[in-house]
């Protein structure tokens, strides 16, 4: 196992999503002596629901790794099924078998051990592992996925440490709500596909939306980039986030997103490729269930058992069983407890709490880097994505091994 020894250990990877996989491969690739720990797609098996679909086409659902042969397709192709392309929407429990393929093929050195505390030292850092041990490395590279920055509006403040109100990170399977009446806050992806899960369990969802109306995405005009009509491939090229001139400037060219003025860079990492549902959801969605747009939530009350929301709209008032708040996530370094009160302090962050990056993904804490969300407002909404992993990795990896 590479980097056993503390003595001549460069780097330690905190998570094993696809950041944290992928920045293993590419050190291992590197030939950098490191150690990586986590539960492997952890985070997609245990704070996703059954039954969900990935947004991301296949080509964008890819893991990075030097070789650029252990992407989804690889693995379809590789284990029978055969290769899809951009009409294919991926199965959660799919694309977590494919993580777990990609594992045990490019970082077998994973240690299903959870990380407790990271605190520096006088050449790197203290890493403490549930257990007992500890370790020691040069570079410690944070890829703790989403669930530590999950975000709930300051309206749903009264119902916090109840069981009346919850983050969709939170459930593995929504059809524990069938019978209830469900209030769930947002008009993104995950509030939609959350409303049509729980519809179909036999639950009642209601769903409470700020802005004016719902937006699904464009139906792909082809399954393949290649055939793409070209008039279309012209106005709209295609990219890992979808067609479109911009999107494709996000998707290729990350390093230029860090140039731009901090309250632009982060606007476009609120509003590119904002709220808004899959192409292939809105059939699931639109006559199913209640949705209250031009609804902002204002207040939230428990009233004997159950909840009552105080909303600005025709509709004042909505009571429900329980709140699903599918509001999203928002990378904050004061979130990540496992890190020590000293570094956390020490990382120069911005507004919104996210680490500020060199181009190396490096933060103002020497040998400390930051995969994934909390590197969205450095390099983009690219990182928001699995497609990010190949930017992220390669510079991560490159970094360390210089």
Known sequence: MQGRGTGDLEAVVIGAGPYGLAAAAHLR????????????????????PAGMLLKSTPRASCISDPSGRYGFNDFRTRSGRGPVGDTYPIPLDEFVEYGEWFQRQRVPELEPTRVTGVEGAPIGFRVYLEGGET???RSVVVAAGLRPFAHTPPELAALAGTDLCSH??????????AGQRVAVVGAGQSALESAALLHEAGAFPTVVVRGPRLVFG???DA????TRPLTARVAKPSSGLGPGWGLRAYSD??????????EARAVRVRRVLGPAGAWWLQDRVDGRFPVLTGHPLAAAEAVDGTVRL??????ELLEADHVLAATGYRADVARLEFLDEGLRRAVRRTAAGAPRLTSGFESSVPGLYFAGLAAADTFGPVMRFVVGTRFAARRIGRHIAA
């Open 253 to 262: 060219i990350p390093w230029a997103f860090r140039f731009l003025p901090d």
């Open 135 to 137: 370790v020691t490395a």
């Open 310 to 315: 105080s909303l600005e709209g025709p509709t």
């Open 29 to 48: 690739g590197a030939g950098v002596p490191f150690r990586v720990f986590g539960d492997p797609m952890a985070g997609w098996r245990e704070g996703m």
């Open 168 to 177: 969709t990170s939170e459930h593995a399977d929504l059809a524990k709500f």
């Open 218 to 220: 464009e139906t792909p």
């Open 223 to 226: 399954d393949l980039p290649s």
